[in-house]
């Protein structure tokens, strides 16, 4: 494992720096890197990382997370309003309605196995647009309307409700039937998860102010473990609860970050916001190399030029749906453009139950993985790009006079 974690780190940053000096994204370095090293080309890293790879992704999507909720502004959000509750499931409803319209043609698939692929292909990832939209916040580009904090509480919220759909589609395609209740799943999620993120990150500042006021200074990196093992048991709670009612586990991490930020001094939370910026530069190496490593290229060769168009035409439905969600907004055409841009990427979620089907001895199972796999290979590179070329040029920087 030691080998393989070395592989990850060195070979990983020395990519993501090559690419960063030939002006491409650094996370295209760190997917070609673990496409590289994974099992399905030189199968150099070890079986024990591979067998934990989903829980340390997770744990590095955790960490992104904590950063972006310890560095949004509720205030900003709250002036978004409705398009970011629109962001949340309409692009990702266009996309799979996209499927379910047009996949039957181009790829020969059912109705029920086209519902299925447009649930695996319709969340945006996190890991992907997350660090791009907290680094827009802290440079101020696009904040003045808070396009940043607009397009990361959607793609927050975007995830919950595919997988949902994910989960009532795989039900279904094996034999079952949809409940209304598989669907009230949704909202119930989102609810929960806030209020109990929420909850949590209001004691833990009056924890961590009362200790300061008794004298009793803890020290930062030590709250960094305290956060860190709450968001754990969230992610954990999420699990256990699973069978009983439907939770967020990234939704309360997101919200205990932003209450923290709220009612900490704003000493505190900038030094915990700094922190987990620090964690986050080997944590991100770890989730993008392994994404990379979970990417089959085989499967990928045999999709065909079939896949490539059934994913772009999905994209152009998305690109719709994100366009809904921003009418009657003061965004001018520069900046729609740039959000139908950062709601391209996908990465983590097709990686992590785009083998689902597959798994499950579902005869949509094959194909269902090699359009998860193009997609990644397709957009998660083409929606970065997008991002780092586009921001400054599509957005306004806040300190900027208008004439």
């Known amino acids: 494992m030691l080998t393989s974690l070395a592989l990850i780190f060195l070979v990983g940053l020395a990519m993501a720096s090559i690419c960063q000096k030939i002006k491409l994204p650094r996370i295209i ?62 692009p990702a409803g ?36 997350v660090p791009r939209m907290v680094r827009l916040m802290e440079t101020r580009y696009g904040t003045e309307k808070s396009i940043p904090q607009l397009i990361m509480a959607g793609a927050s919220c975007d995830d919950i409700f595919v997988i949902v759909l994910f989960t009532t589609f795989t039900g279904m395609a094996q034999g079952g ?52 093992g709450i968001s754990f048991l969230f992610i954990a709670a999420e699990n256990w609860l699973k069978e009983v009612i439907s939770v967020s586990g990234l939704l309360a991490v997101v919200s205990m970050a932003c209450v923290l930020r709220m009612k900490s001094t704003a000493f505190v939370s900038k030094r915990l916001s700094e922190k987990f910026g620090k964690l986050w530069i080997a944590a991100e190496v770890i989730l993008f190399v392994l994404v990379g490593a979970a990417v089959d290229i085989h499967y990928t060769m045999e999709a065909g030029i079939a896949a490539v168009g059934m994913i772009l035409l999905a994209l152009v439905f998305r690109a719709c749906g994100v366009l809904l969600c921003l009418l009657r907004t003061s965004l001018s055409f520069k900046e729609r453009l740039f959000c139908i841009i950062a709601y391209l990427p996908k990465a983590t979620v097709q990686a992590a139950i785009g083998s689902v089907p597959l798994s499950l001895g579902l005869p949509c199972g094959k194909i269902v993985l090699s359009v998860a796999v193009l997609s990644i290979i397709i957009t998660a590179p083409l929606g970065a790009l997008g991002m780092d070329i586009s921001c400054k040029r599509l957005l306004t920087k806040e300190t900027e006079k208008k004439m």
């Not at 030189?42 to 310890?70: E, P, T, W």
């Open 29 to 90: 370095g760190m997917l070609l890197t673990g496409i590289i090293l994974g099992p399905y080309v030189l199968d150099f890293l070890d079986s024990s990382i591979l067998s934990i790879s989903a829980d340390l992704r997770q744990m590095a999507l955790i960490i992104i997370l904590l950063k972006a909720g310890l560095s949004l502004d509720l205030s900003d959000l709250k002036k978004v309003g409705r398009p970011a509750i629109m962001m949340s499931f309409v």
């Open 177 to 228: 039937s949809a409940n209304l209740s598989d669907f009230m799943n949704i909202p119930v999620s989102i609810v929960l998860g806030i209020a109990l993120g929420a909850a949590a990150g209001c004691m833990l500042s009056l924890f961590f102010e009362t200790a300061y006021a008794n004298r009793h200074c803890i020290r930062n990196s030590m709250k960094v473990m305290i956060v860190l």
């Open 94 to 129: 266009f996309e799979i309605l996209a499927f379910y319209l047009f996949a039957p043609y181009i790829l020969g698939v059912t109705r029920m196995d086209a519902a299925l692929m447009g649930a695996v292909l319709g969340a945006v990832s996190p890991a992907v647009v």
